[in-house]
């Protein structure tokens, strides 16, 4: 359908606005000294990746090929339809952010060209569901005589109770005023629909584990509704990745793609962009650049903080903490998180001198009280945001028994500092509330259970998805007995419990022992007993399930030297989705396998880990035959070369040719896949290979010449 000239106008205002709403990244931290705390996206941004299946051996065979891993605009490239899963912090509101900025001021990278021209509908799914369903107004679903507080109290057991079924998805003509956006009321009528018809749109439905557990059906068949009737809308969805089945729309035509944990190079190259970003503003200049270079250091040896430093909200906590503290960080992640909230609650006005400018002075404690009962409340009734009268009414009934606070304000006065001062707030629209990142709602909601003894109404809900990290926040913060206790009750058998919640429930309590600081042994052992079991992977699915379970699950793989060799790659599946060094050990056991889902499963591994013993431990020992090597970083090329090559290499990162000439051992390599874009220049730079006779490319590259005998593949 033609576009007219309302449609036109309104579209370049659309445009305008989504850049203005967009274009900044929060980095926590950067505004201890006197830094802006939001950031344009081209200063932060930094280029993700994604790991996806691949089908096939590569060579002809039908065996499932281990995951690749590619810059997430690479990997994007050529799909219509994708469902991308990420943890917490993972960035995947920032990719969203990025695709919507990117296309609506038309500066895509090459390989997404297919976007251009297209019309980005932003869609947080926490805006839509709340709008339509779930509790609201001041008082929500209170209980009888108690505002803010959930019907049924903090102990029911009820995981449906406090929530009401939203519709699943807005009408086109809603998008904009689902998601809050200012253009709303501006749109010609009818504007959307003709968007989407014109084959034009790109639907960007970030957060699906956002809607309650009980409407994500009804809002994947809404979703697939609209695509079956705007077949060429092409269309993003984000989820955390257990908060929806694998292959969860696949019948719909969408890929599935996981953000991949930071590698090493990307670590470094987050330190290297925040404190870039730091210099811009910093008043301790001549420190910055030591700090970045101890960072650096520090994050390659020390194997907590490695473990730590695997998606960019740690990583910005990371460095946020280690400037503040000049040099000095926690060990563990209830540690991190402790300094982060003193960092932001206390030391963050005191170190920039500043002096009450609300007539308000609170220590952190009230403070840390006080945003507690806001995630509680969260918590308790499945909300990722709240209306702001119900924040001022949860107050209010709090501040009675906080005196510190209440001599200095009432609820508005006390909630306005919280949301300018602390640094954990923000009002998403003028009438709601919502914590910066959900992961600290998650941790002041188990602290606040936590302080209320409400491990009952913790295990109750132990076995939804969206309550991993919260379950697992309340074990570091409980003390041994309580720490006993929740194990304990994980394990326990329920009435009218189903198995997959019974399995469920007993992994996560194998993922809870790291956490736990002190813990009575024979509980620990009753865990190992439980869940021992539980680490034989009848499925490629379920392997890579258990690898959220962490280094501990290591402990408990079978020994693989009496295992088929089916079983044998679903184990190296588990043990590679482990992303720390102590997984080598288990690896070796792997590694003279014939067989080719195993070898490439641990080919595929390597950016995973130290690159030298990884190399010398694994790469060294693998048959290279039917097999690709991937190299991403300069690191792993040397290391490559030093093994002497090999015939079939798969470049992931982005080198020159030169750096390829010099890093490829020119005598074994017969096979080279670019999973970039090489451009259209001709490739003449690949006669220094004598023995290469395939190039493998993207299939949205562009056409280049080579040197007579290669024959070009594009997939």
Excluded at 58 to 78: S, T
Excluded at 334 to 361: C, V, W
């Amino acid at each position: 359908m033609e576009s007219n000239a309302a449609d036109v106008a309104f579209e370049e205002e659309y445009a305008r606005s989504l850049v203005a709403s967009h274009n900044h990244l929060t980095i926590y931290g950067i505004d201890l000294a006197h830094s802006p705390d939001r950031w344009s996206l081209e200063t932060a941004y930094l280029s993700l990746e994604a790991e996806f299946e691949q089908q096939g051996d590569g060579r002809g065979g039908a065996a499932a090929g281990p995951r690749a891993v590619l810059r997430a605009e690479q990997a994007l490239a050529g799909r219509h339809r994708v469902l991308l899963r990420g943890i917490a912090g993972s960035g995947k509101t920032t990719l969203v952010q990025w695709l919507a900025v990117a296309v609506a001021r038309g500066a895509l990278p090459d390989a997404l060209h297919a976007l251009r021209g297209r019309v980005p509908f932003v869609l947080p799914v926490r805006r839509f569901t709340r709008e339509h369903g779930g509790p609201a107004g001041p008082g929500g679903p209170a209980a009888p005589g108690a505002p803010g507080e959930p019907r049924g109290g903090a102990g029911s057991s009820d995981p449906g109770r406090g929530r009401r079924s939203g519709p699943g998805f807005p009408a086109p003509a809603r998008f904009l005023a689902a998601a809050h956006h200012p253009c709303a009321g501006a749109q010609p009528p009818g504007w959307a629909n003709r968007v989407l018809a014109a084959g034009r749109a790109l639907l960007l439905v970030d957060g699906v584990d956002e809607a309650p557990e009980t409407d994500r059906e009804r809002l994947r068949h809404a979703v697939r509704d609209l695509l079956a009737r705007y077949p060429d809308t092409v269309c993003l969805v984000t989820s955390r990745p257990s908060a929806v089945p694998e292959h969860w729309l696949t019948d719909d035509g969408f890929a599935e793609l996981t953000l991949a944990p930071l590698s090493r190079e990307g670590v470094a190259a987050f330190i290297q962009r925040w404190h870039a970003a730091a210099r811009e503003d910093a008043t301790d200049l001549d420190r910055i650049d030591a700090y970045e270079q101890t960072l650096l250091g520090a994050v390659r040896i020390t194997r907590e903080l490695g473990r730590l430093a695997t998606n960019p909200l740690l990583c910005g906590l990371i460095c946020a903490l280690h400037r503040d503290r000049r040099g000095y960080l926690p060990r563990g992640r209830r540690a991190l998180y402790d300094a982060a909230l003193s960092m932001l609650l206390e030391r963050r006005d005191r170190e920039r001198d500043m002096h009450p400018t609300d007539g308000i002075d609170l220590p952190q404690e009230p403070k840390v009280q006080l945003l507690q009962k806001l995630a509680h409340w969260m918590l308790v009734n499945g909300r990722s945001e709240i209306d702001r009268d119900v924040a001022l009414d949860i107050l209010a009934q709090h501040l009675p028994a906080i005196p510190h606070a209440a001599e200095q304000g009432g609820p508005e006065e006390i909630y306005r500092h919280l949301l300018n001062r602390t640094g954990l707030l923000r009002e998403p629209t003028p009438d709601t509330v919502d914590f910066v990142h959900r992961t600290f709602q998650d941790y002041l909601g188990a602290r606040a259970a936590v302080e209320r003894h409400d491990f009952d109404f913790l295990i109750d809900h132990a076995h939804l998805d969206d309550w991993e990290e919260v379950i697992r926040m309340a074990v570091a913060l409980a003390r041994p007995d309580e720490c006993g206790y929740l194990l304990e009750a994980l394990l326990a058998p329920r009435k009218g419990g189903r198995p997959v919640e019974a399995r469920h429930r007993k992994l996560l309590a194998a993922a809870c022992l790291e956490h736990a600081t002190e813990l009575d042994p024979a509980v620990r052992a009753r865990v190992h007993r439980y869940t021992r079991d539980l680490m034989r992977p009848t499925t490629l699915e379920g392997a890579r399930a258990l690898g959220w379970i962490g280094a501990i699950v290591l402990e408990m793989l079978p020994d693989p030297a009496r295992v088929s060799d089916a079983e044998a790659h679903r184990l190296a599946v588990t043990a590679t989705s482990v992303a720390d060094d102590r997984a080598i050990d288990y690896l070796t056991r792997l590694r003279d396998r014939a067989s080719w889902p195993v070898r490439a499963q641990l080919a595929g591994s390597w950016r995973r880990y130290d690159t030298d013993r990884y190399a010398d431990e694994i790469i060294a020992h693998l048959d290279p035959s039917d097999l690709e090597f991937p190299v991403s970083s300069p690191e792993e090329l040397a290391a490559l070369r030093r093994l002497g090559g090999r015939p079939c290499v798969q470049v992931t990162g982005e080198f020159t040719p030169a750096q390829l000439v010099a890093g490829l051992a020119p005598g074994p390599l017969s096979h080279l896949w670019l999973t970039h874009d090489p451009g259209p220049a001709p490739l003449d730079w690949l006669g220094a290979f004598p023995h290469l006779h395939t190039l493998q490319l993207p299939r949205t590259a562009t056409p280049v010449a080579v040197p007579a005998g290669i024959q070009v593949i594009q997939d």
